[in-house]
């Protein structure tokens, strides 16, 4: 049997689902001749997990077959059964495993449990794959923070926008719908209290037809009084601060030496099931983010423009010396229209 196959056919069930806080989930079921009788992927909170949902389409036929599913299956009573009992009650022989969950309620009791009542466990089959699937959710569990990805629409030499402020028009309408992709893959979006005041951004995704959730907004605020008349206003954002704001959305206090204490603020995004962060700036909290570990990934796109001279850098702050740059792992870089899109991974320090 071709488990690294199975496990990628999951992983094509899991991968378009948005079920944060849980983690993406794709499973299979065959049965003892090899043929696939079940198949499933898990939609969210309190919703059935995708390997009970595999099974019950199995039925009967699942005695003696195999279980595909690219994560560890709970050990736990969470808002579902765990989901280790049905799969003993459902008497399959074999259970093949992508990777072990990292959620501490779950890693390794879950293939324990599974091996202990007699099963055939593989483990670690396709995990990198799996893990790139849904990196957010792993992300989190490990740090209690969201993955995060830092956005930035840059002139070709770096700079973020005009001494003025302008930015609006550094790249094509063409990357702009390509950010737009990027709010889409997230649960939420944030920006600083610079950009609030001088953008008054909605951080909806606008992409034609598109039809699934809108990305929580958030607000990092500082010590300015926050514009009273801000469209972000009627989406009700999270708004870190770092004391009591008397404005609409959720405020939460988090106060740091700089203003907001950006990691307590991340953990409290986590707390509320907001795996997935997209940061679109402006330079000021980029770079605070970035000089506190806190990217995980960026995606730049560099307009077709020359700024020249200094204007708003990409990313703030004081590049004393080389040994100070963070080192990038650069995944793509592309053409959109006329621009690029350089996407890469922050390595860890
Ligand atoms: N090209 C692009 O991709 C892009 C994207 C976004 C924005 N922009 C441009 O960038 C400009 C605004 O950027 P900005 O750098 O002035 O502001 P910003 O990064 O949007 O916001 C920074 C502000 O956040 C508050 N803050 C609270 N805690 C903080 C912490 N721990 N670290 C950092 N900031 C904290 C502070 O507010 P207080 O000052 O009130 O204390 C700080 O000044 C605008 O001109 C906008 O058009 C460009």
Redesign the pocket.
């Known amino acids: 049997m071709d488990y690294e196959r199975l496990m990628s056919e999951a992983i094509t069930l899991a991968a378009p689902t948005r079920p944060h806080p849980n983690p993406r989930v794709g499973a299979l079921v065959l049965d003892a001749a090899g043929m696939v009788v079940g198949r499933a992927a898990h939609e969210g909170p309190g919703r059935p997990h995708a390997e009970v949902v595999a099974l019950g389409q199995a039925g009967l036929r699942a005695a003696g077959g195999t279980l595909v599913v690219t994560l560890e299956p709970c050990d736990h009573t969470g808002r579902t059964p765990p989901c280790t009992a049905s799969i003993l009650a459902a008497g399959v022989a074999r259970v093949v495993v992508g990777a072990v969950d990292p959620d501490e309620r779950v890693s390794g009791r879950g293939l324990a449990r599974l091996r202990a009542g007699g099963l055939e466990v593989h483990s670690g089959i396709a995990a990198a794959a799996v893990e790139a699937m849904d990196p957010a959710y792993f992300h989190q569990r490990r740090t209690g923070r969201p993955r995060l990805t830092l956005?930035?629409?840059?002139t070709l030499d770096g700079q973020?926008?005009a001494a003025d402020?302008?930015?609006?028009w550094?790249t094509s309408a063409e990357a702009r719908a390509d950010g737009h992709r990027l709010r889409a893959e997230a649960d939420a979006v944030m920006?600083?209290?610079?950009?609030?005041?001088?953008?008054d951004p909605r951080l909806t995704v606008r992409l034609p037809g598109y039809r699934g959730p809108q990305p929580r907004p958030v607000v990092?605020?500082?010590?300015?009084p926050l514009p009273a008349g801000a469209r972000l206003w009627e989406r009700a954002p999270v708004v870190?601060a770092?004391g009591e704001r008397d404005c609409p959305g959720e405020v939460v206090v988090v106060p740091?030496p700089?203003?907001?204490?950006?990691a307590a603020g991340l953990a409290a995004l986590a707390g509320r099931g907001l795996l997935d962060l997209l940061v679109?700036?402006?330079?000021?909290?980029?770079?605070?983010?970035l000089r506190a570990g806190l990217v995980q990934r960026g995606v730049f796109?560099l307009g077709a423009r020359l700024g020249g001279g200094v204007g708003?850098p990409?990313i703030?702050g004081h590049f004393a010396t080389l040994a100070a740059a963070r080192e990038v792992e650069l995944v793509s870089a592309e053409r959109l229209g006329p621009d690029l899109r350089v996407e890469f991974f922050v390595k860890e320090q």
């Open positions: 956005k930035a629409a840059l973020a926008g402020g302008t930015s609006q550094i920006v600083g209290a610079g950009t609030l005041a001088v953008d990092v605020a500082g010590r300015r870190l770092p740091g700089d203003g907001v204490d950006l679109e700036g402006g330079p000021t909290l980029a770079g605070a983010l796109y708003l990409g703030a």
